[in-house]
């Protein structure tokens, strides 16, 4: 009876050890730094267009729930639908939208993905924090001089086309 517990966990653990070995750990450190960063930059440069375009902590309140959604709700779908389905619809485009991809790129790499969506959604990232870094500034720029004006998302697309 005992051999046939100790084969049984054996069994497991070798099965366990084969998925691991599976994993290209190289490709998925490499990944997370390359996201990483980038996903950082581009909320940061996010958080630094609010931030020139407020006067106060309250106005500042009112713009950073929607910036954040978009990655709580990454969060959230990735325990069960990303993991469920890495190669579903709803992973994939998730993969691509700039805002979203700093997550679920990451949760779908260890289940393999084409290097091509990887290659696709690192550069839609990267595009998409240089532009919103072009917008940052431009914003910085007409909200350094506009001082005691209150922002709204109407003003703040005014101040973008200046």
Not at 79 to 102: E, Q, R, Y
Request: aromatic share 14%; net charge neutral.
């Amino acid at each position: 009876m005992a051999a046939m517990n100790q084969s049984a966990d054996t069994g497991l653990g070798f099965g366990t050890l084969q998925h691991l070995e599976s994993v290209n750990v190289t490709e998925i450190v490499i990944c997370f730094f390359l996201f990483f960063l980038s996903g950082y930059l581009l909320y940061s440069a996010i958080f630094a267009a609010v931030g020139s375009a407020v006067d106060s902590e309250t106005e500042a309140n009112q713009f950073t729930m929607p910036i954040t959604m978009p990655l709580l709700l990454t969060y959230v779908l990735s325990f069960g639908v990303i993991i469920n389905d890495p190669n579903g619809p709803i992973a994939t485009w998730l993969s691509f939208i700039p805002f979203t991809s700093p997550i679920a790129m990451l949760v779908r790499i260890p289940f393999g993905v084409p290097f091509w969506q990887i290659a696709v959604s690192l550069t839609i990232l990267i595009i998409t924090f240089l532009l919103v870094t072009w917008l940052a500034a431009k914003i910085y720029r007409v909200g350094i001089l506009i001082y005691g004006k209150k922002a709204n998302f109407k003003e703040i697309m005014k101040w973008i086309k200046y």
